[in-house]
């Protein structure tokens, strides 16, 4: 087995599965993990499930067996699925802003009958309102998410609501995760300066990195993490290494010192 903190059992079901999806995948919902999943194009399910299962991207150790956790950037639904099965009993808030993803995260919620998840058709920015996003363009595309910048989606753009997070926060949280394709600095910001930060036990940060080429500013929400009394962990990938002005994920892990 790999490095994760998976319980063995889980890791065998969840190779079994990957090994399924490396071939072609004949129905569309798949049955996997115990679940009926709907996917959207099967490269976007497979580096789904590479990210989330595979990786255990957002694994966190919860402090009770019914957690608080805030899913912002859902897509069709992996995370929550992983997260139900980290913790069958997760109270789940779920937000996604792209119309046609969002229906799939909806049926992969509601076919898979679970419980105590809520799901928000808007998106998590610095102010409420509407915002325009944009799609990626290519149909081959693993990812299927949305940017507010034409820099890293230059697809048609989407007019959907935005809501502040804040709004939404109204007892603490075990587990924030944040993936919202460059908006990470004014969520955060206005996560900070409405108090509701503090309300936050974990967060998993999606940073996107150069998104904007020109800007620089990770330091500032390292800054902001530190600031809240955090302490955290950083994981990133850069290809080819080394290189300049090149966008980057960095995943942040924040943990209540």
């Not at 903190?5 to 599965?17: G, M, R």
């Not at 990957?18 to 072609?24: I, S």
């Not at 995260?105 to 325009?132: C, F, M, P, T, Y």
């Not at 989407?158 to 004014?186: H, M, N, Q, W, Y």
């Amino acid at each position: 087995m790999w490095e994760t903190p998976l319980s063995e059992n889980l890791q065998k079901e969840i190779v079994s599965a990957y090994e399924r999806l490396c071939r072609p995948i004949p129905t569309n919902p798949i049955e996997l993990l115990g679940y009926k999943i709907s996917f959207m194009g099967e490269a976007h399910l497979r580096w789904l499930f590479g990210e989330i299962f595979m990786d255990a991207s957002y694994f966190f150790h919860a402090d009770n067996d019914r957690p608080l956790i805030f899913d912002c950037g859902s897509n069709i639904g992996m995370s929550v699925l992983f997260f139900k099965k980290l913790y069958r009993n997760a109270r789940i808030i779920a937000f996604e802003p792209d119309p046609a993803t969002f229906a799939t995260l909806r049926q992969n919620v509601v076919q898979n009958r679970l419980s105590d998840v809520e799901l928000h058709s808007v998106a998590i920015g610095g102010h409420s309102g509407q915002i325009e996003l944009f799609r990626d363009p290519s149909p081959e595309s693993s990812s299927l998410k949305m940017s507010t910048l034409r820099q890293r989606h230059d697809g048609p753009g989407v007019v959907v609501p935005s809501r502040r997070l804040s709004e939404f926060i109204k007892s603490d949280i075990d587990l924030l995760k944040l993936d919202v394709e460059g908006a990470e600095d004014a969520v955060m910001d206005e996560l900070a300066d409405s108090g509701k930060l503090r309300y936050v036990r974990r967060l998993h940060l999606e940073y996107h990195h150069h998104i904007d080429a020109t800007a620089d500013k990770l330091s500032s929400m390292l800054r902001l993490i530190e600031d809240s009394g955090f302490g955290y962990q950083l994981r990133s990938i850069a290809r080819p290494w080394p290189s300049e002005a090149v966008f980057q994920d960095i995943s942040i892990y924040c943990y209540r010192k």
